[in-house]
């Protein structure tokens, strides 16, 4: 466990502030595109991209970094902003989200944008993708490998966002038992529980709920933590990559549209874009917090 | 190239004994089961291989995004399980990653046409070409005989991007020996022939070839050309048949929709219009059976051929003169 200082902890926060105010600016401009979503997982991805993945911007194809799938692939606005804000891309590219000619397309394309790396739109593909890739990665690590310098196990892990509507499809748990069966300690979900998907309640549409006894029985390593609390998610990160032969999965509780009060708890921010007035008010509401 | 010696082989075997030649050139190589190993033959694979075999259960979704995940992280995987499961169950994964994402899988569709002839309709797959031939990206080739099998499947682990590789359950005829080179995207010529030309794939092939000897018997020269990759199409190849023959019969063990008989009249009606008779199972289910059998019973008799080819010079007497 590393120590993280208040400092780090309040940083990464305003961060998360900040990617809100970039989505926001986003789906307003374009008038179409996702905003609950990716208020939910606002801290989540701002203690990856600014903290805990080991990347490098300059090397957006370097093969020892970390791997983050985005899973969510609908909330992609906070992706791309914290991937702009990280030096993937210009920050003033943002403007071009979802238009004619844009690397940033209605959902993640990992061939147009940098540091996408997975196509992502359809759900459920995370975790079945995700066991792929920490296959693959540790699997550098055999001895059967011929070349010296693939004899030794890559160090970089597997991280996944993946929504609670999300985990209704039958993928999901098809490649949790794959994760499961071949012990795929390099692997990390994160599960942004809001509660709510397209129509209502998650609860509602397909119950899903015990969700930390479903991935215990499932044979993984489950941590559960408030997904906004960024110090807790910090701490949930480090206590995952110290997990062998299991993969792990934190249960993220977070409130969709957070950070706005009219937009929290509603259904109806899924994927609705501001008018010029909402948006006013949920700027202000979001900057008054920084 | 070809052979004449009657001795009729299993495409299942030569391929998993390939399969296990390419893990011994190449350490990325790796096959991937939806616990069908032993109908398929990767089982050869994963004796040989046991660290770069993942079997990840009845779960097809599953088994083509673990792959695609294993392809992201710069591995060749092969991955294997019947081809009506690859082509339908698995769709939408093959589309958003193997196609949209450029991962480098090869998909090994086992079974394929009506060869699983005793288990039925709902294993048979004669929407898989056209299904795979719709995806952007995405390259089918048809192997027709064992040597075939042998000789491509190393290209296929070449070829950048995702391959649909289509395999036969049963015995076929074995058409050539060992000096076949065929080469991705390229048709290959047969027999020469100026007065319709036999255009087939898979095991349609030999049947072709039958029926080219019934049409000679008749004072008719039919050209028999292979079409292994149904895309990228070989273009030149069948617009040259287009105008030589102006009588083009295709012939394959698939739908007459959207397969090898749709990509060849699709390309005619745009460049080069001539008459195409599409032979191959109409818009139906079929049924259990001994497998030659049943593709004489839905379409795909020799005398099949033969009648589409007397249909097709028909259509072509009755054109108006050039």
């Known amino acids: ?290 | 190239m070809m052979t004449t010696d009657g001795h009729w082989s299993l495409m299942r075997k030569a391929y998993g004994e390939a399969l296990v030649r390419l893990g011994e050139q190449n350490p990325d190589v790796v096959a991937l089961s939806a616990d069908v190993s032993n109908s398929d033959y990767s089982a050869l694979f994963a004796e040989a291989f046991p660290h770069r075999f993942y079997n990840v259960g009845i779960a097809e979704q599953s088994l083509v995004d673990v792959a695609a995940g294993l392809a992201y992280a710069g591995k060749i995987p092969f991955a294997n399980t019947f081809a009506f499961l690859i082509a339908t169950r698995a769709v939408e994964m093959v589309r958003t990653h193997l196609c949209y994402g450029q991962a480098n899988v090869k998909l090994m569709a086992a079974y394929a046409g009506l060869s699983d002839s005793f288990d039925g309709p709902t294993h048979h797959a004669i929407t898989d070409l056209a299904i795979m031939r719709s995806l952007p990206g995405m390259t089918v080739v048809v192997p027709a005989d064992a040597v075939a099998v042998q000789k491509l499947l190393p290209q296929v682990a070449a070829w950048p991007g995702p391959v649909y590789f289509r395999l036969n359950r049963n015995e076929v005829p074995d058409l050539y020996d060992e000096t076949y080179a065929p080469q991705i995207g390229k048709g290959v010529v047969l027999r020469d022939g100026g007065d319709v030309a036999l255009i087939g794939t898979g095991m349609m092939l030999y049947r072709c070839l039958q029926a080219a000897e019934r049409l000679a018997g008749e004072g008719i020269q039919a050209r028999v050309i292979e079409i292994h990759t149904l895309k990228p199409l070989d273009t030149h190849l069948v617009l040259e048949a287009a105008r030589d023959t102006q009588a083009l019969v295709t012939a394959e063990e698939h739908s007459i929709i959207g397969g090898l008989g749709a990509a060849v009249a699709e390309l005619v009606c745009d460049q080069s219009p001539a008459p195409v008779i599409r032979v191959g199972i109409a818009d139906t289910f079929s049924e259990s059976g001994p497998y030659l059998e049943l593709l004489d019973k839905y379409g795909m008799s020799v005398e099949a051929i033969v009648d589409g080819a007397r249909r097709a010079l028909r259509l072509k007497e009755a054109l108006p003169a050039r």
């Open chain 1, 1 to 290: 466990m590393h120590y993280h200082p208040d400092e780090l902890i309040l940083e990464i926060t305003r961060r998360a502030q900040q990617l809100r105010l970039d989505v926001l600016r986003m789906v307003y401009t374009a008038q179409t595109g996702h905003i609950g979503g990716a208020f939910s997982a606002a801290e989540i991805v701002a203690s990856l991209y600014f903290h805990h993945l080991r990347i490098d911007p300059a090397r957006p194809d370097w093969p020892e970094r970390d791997r983050f799938l985005f899973s969510k692939g609908h909330a992609c606005a906070v992706l791309y902003a914290a991937l702009a804000h990280r030096g993937f891309f210009p920050v003033s590219e943002l403007a071009t989200f979802r238009q004619l000619d844009s690397r940033l397309q209605g959902h993640p394309d990992r061939l147009k944008c940098p540091g996408v790396e997975m196509p992502a739109g359809p759900l459920g593909h995370g975790v079945a993708v995700g066991a792929g890739m920490a296959l693959a990665l540790r699997e550098t690590a055999k001895p059967s490998s011929r070349s010296a310098a693939s004899a030794r196990a890559s160090a970089a892990r597997v991280y996944v966002l993946l929504g609670d509507g999300e985990i209704n499809a039958g993928v999901v748990w098809e490649g949790a038992l794959t994760a499961a069966k071949y012990r795929l300690g390099n692997l990390t979900v994160i599960l942004d529980c809001n509660g709510i998907q397209q129509t209502g309640a998650t609860a509602d549409v397909l119950p899903t709920e015990d969700l930390s006894d479903k991935w215990r029985a499932f044979g993984w390593h489950v941590q559960e933590i408030n997904g906004h609390s960024v110090a807790e998610i910090l701490g949930a990160l480090d206590r995952a990559d110290q997990v062998h032969a299991r993969p792990c999965i934190i249960i993220a509780r977070t409130t969709k549209g957070h950070g706005v009060g009219f937009m929290a708890y509603d259904h109806r921010w899924h994927g609705r874009p501001p008018n010029e007035k909402q948006y006013q008010e949920a700027v202000a509401e979001i900057e008054g917090s920084i």
